[in-house]
């Protein structure tokens, strides 16, 4: 049966996981035959409420042609616009949610929606965030009370979305939706290459620097594990570099850290994985994660806490070493299990880049038995 469904989220210019993740589900939901179209930001927030890049020029994914950008923080009107145009022209709406900045808008169109046809679903990376404010689930709960189902990525998630709303809660893992990196000739080489016998005592830390995310932990790790370990760390830095800065002097491991402030593009990814051994995810919580499979696809291993599904994608002993989260010892104990000899090649060797078909079909079989018990069976 095919369905009509508007998938109200970012797509290029804007960047990373969450516009990455709305432009491929376009494209796979399409490709399975749905009528979709992706309803899209013109100016998604104001800079001071989100203070890394928004932005970039070049695309990192196939752009979806049927793309509206009619969307503005600055235009309320465009917000219930929207959901005038939609309520009788498709059968679902899919919002994007992931942050509570954006409940006021979705608000709004959920009142344009009001009178017509249309179900909505909400599709949440993070029902609510990880360095929550007094008022997060109150936003919450007023937007997953008003749709008619909620999709998250976990059972976790489940449970939080099920304290905030009545609406049936449907649950998949994040399917992957990696940005395209154009292979670097400088790139470690694949498994059981030459490069695999080279230990470069380099650990690397990639993405958005924030609290949740624990790199304090893994610099006071790397100050109790095995000496001589190197780290670099490649991402927005959306406290400012200062606090880390100074951790790492007192620890000190000034001469061992690097910091690469900046949005990395897609097409400098596979250079941040030149020259390391492991890519560490010392994550205090989690949802779900893209960067353990982007370092598979470079073919390195990968050191993460078990915080939530990061412990699913990594294989203890086979591709990646895993620890508890928010715990400087256990993590200087993984870290040092690492770098037992011939561990760093035999992990190395186990990497295999992630096989994105099965994901995705348990992925749009949830999502598309999620919309249509909102729309009732139509």
Known sequence: MVVRIAIVGPTHPYKGGPAQHAT??????????????????????PALLYPGEQTVTAPEYELFGGTNRTLSWRRPDSWWRLGRRLRSTVDAVVLFVYAPVQV?????????????????????????????????AQAM???????????????????????????????????????AMPAD????????????????????????????????????????????VGLTVAGEFWGGTRALEELAAELGLAELVRLRPGYVPADRVAGLFRGVDALVLPYRTATASQNPWI???????????????????????VDGILCEPDDVA????????????????????????????????????????AVGEAAGGA
Do not use: M
């Open 185 to 228: 000739p400088r790139a470690p080489g694949p498994a059981g290459t030459e490069a695999d016998d080279v230990v470069h005592r380099r650990l690397l830390f990639f993405g958005i620097v924030r609290p949740y995310k624990g790199l304090d932990v893994l610099l006071r790790a790397l100050a109790g594990g095995p000496p001589g």
């Open 330 to 369: 256990s993590l200087a104990a993984a870290l040092t299990r690492f770098y037992a000899p011939g561990t760093p090649r035999r992990l190395r060797a186990g990497v295999r880049p992630v096989d994105p078909e099965p994901y995705w079909k348990r992925y749009l079989d949830t999502l598309v038995e």
């Open 104 to 136: 006021p808008p979705y608000l709004g169109i959920l009142r344009g929606l009001r009178g017509g046809s249309a179900r909505t679903v909400a599709l949440c990376n993070n029902v609510l965030p990880h360095e929550r404010t007094r008022v997060d």
């Open 295 to 317: 370092a598979f696809e470079h073919g390195v291993p990968v050191i993460a806490t078990r915080a939530g599904a990061l412990g699913d994608l990594v294989s203890e002993g």
């Open 24 to 45: 491929e589900l376009a494209h796979r939901l399409t490709r399975t035959g749905h009528e979709v179209t992706l309803e899209s930001w013109s100016a998604q927030y």
């Open 141 to 179: 709960r007023a937007l997953l009370g008003r749709v008619d189902g909620v999709f998250v990525h976990s059972a976790e998630q489940a449970e939080v979305a099920a304290t905030l709303t009545a609406a049936p809660v449907h649950t998949a893992t994040l399917a992957p939706h990696l940005p």
